[in-house]
């Protein structure tokens, strides 16, 4: 089971987290979205900052990261983290380890369905290969919203058995907050093909099997 409010809805919810809410987390938001939604997922997608500019938009240089991989960078506004957003969602996707950690300190249960998004990028694919090698007995079959909780119910159990990465700081994402175009770039390029990995993982773990 992930997050208490989620198991009740048909849509598998993901929460994105970093530090304001106007770089990272609303950028791979909207990435998350947009993919999703053109795999024909039942995915929402939210985000939050630990210490949010509520209200904000995303810096000019984090939406042209969106608009540039395909995403609507409008309407934005950023929000403060909270333990209901943290209760709500069947998965978390953090920034950084030490993000991961703030979301745990608000509710501990919440270390079984959180992780970086590199981290989770990193062992999606083990455990979408031990899903398919579980043969599916219920009739029908599960929603697609059920199968993706399953996915990281997997991932949860199966994480002890994947090697680290080969520098701890690999799972984290740098801040490109006030920084220049080229580690904006850097930075869009890494959440660029980190959503990419898990929403395929997604279409993987949800397909016919």
């Known amino acids: 089971m992930t997050g208490a409010g989620a198991m009740s809805s048909e849509t598998f919810t993901v929460l994105v ?9 609303s950028v791979a938001e909207r990435l998350l979205r947009s993919q999703s939604e053109a795999l024909g997922l039942p995915v929402a997608v ?15 240089e984090a939406a042209h990261l969106a608009e540039h991989y395909g995403a609507d960078p409008l309407d934005h506004h950023s929000k403060q983290l909270t333990e209901q957003q943290i209760l709500d969602a069947d998965l978390i996707l ?26 989770f990028a990193r062992l999606v694919p083990a455990a979408v290969e031990a899903l398919s090698l579980v043969e599916l007995v219920e009739t029908p079959r599960p929603d697609l919203a059920t199968q993706l909780r399953a996915l990281v119910a997997e991932v949860t159990a199966t994480r002890g058995f994947s090697p680290p990465p080969l520098h701890p700081d690999d799972d984290d994402i740098e801040d490109p907050y006030r920084q220049s175009t080229a580690v904006y770039a850097r930075v869009g390029t ?15 773990a949800t397909s016919t099997r």
């Open 46 to 60: 939210h985000s939050a900052g630990t210490q949010s500019m509520v209200g904000h938009d995303m810096t000019p």
């Open 94 to 119: 953090t920034a950084t380890r030490e993000h991961r950690s703030k979301v745990v300190s608000l509710h501990p249960k919440a270390a079984r369905y959180t992780y970086t998004l590199n981290q």
């Open 17 to 25: 987290v970093c530090t304001g809410n106007i770089c990272r987390s």
């Open 190 to 204: 890494v959440i660029n093909t980190t959503v990419t990995r898990i929403t395929q993982a997604f279409a993987a």
